[in-house]
Nanobody
Framework: QVQLVESGGGLVQPGGSLRLSCAAS????????MRWYRQAPGKERELVAT???????NYADSVRGRFTISRDNAKNTMYLQMYSLKPEDTAVYYC??????????WGQGTQVTVSS
């Protein structure tokens, strides 16, 4: 079992920045992929960004160029640095960890609200 705990959400003005963290309770074994998803009220959960055990990254078109996903394997932690935030980025952000042959795990989510 792996527990994932997100932190770093909050209220920010449009154009502002936030950094989300996702701390895992144990090492994320390879091969793996870690992802950030988000879900806005009344909408389906959407994939925001992915980082693999080989450090390949991918982003949704809506956040590419504004968000950066990264990981620190020594700290068992993944990050999402968000710049130039827009009201439409408002959502609950969830981290996800998938490990081949081990399982797929979710955090409890952290709220990000972009509003003036």
């Amino acid at each position: 079992q792996v527990q994932l705990v997100e932190s770093g959400g909050g209220l920010v003005q449009p154009g502002g920045s936030l950094r989300l963290s996702c701390a895992a309770s144990r090492s994320i074994v390879s091969p793996n992929a870690m992802r950030w998803y988000r879900q806005a009220p009344g909408k389906e959960r959407e994939l925001v960004a992915t980082i693999t055990s080989g450090d390949a990254t991918n982003y949704a078109d809506s956040v590419r160029g504004r968000f950066t996903i990264s990981r620190d394997n020594a700290k068992n932690t993944m990050y999402l640095q968000m710049y130039s935030l827009k009201p439409e980025d408002t959502a609950v952000y969830y981290c996800n960890a998938w490990m081949l042959g081990v399982g797929n795990y979710w955090g409890q989510g952290t709220q990000v609200t972009v509003s003036s």
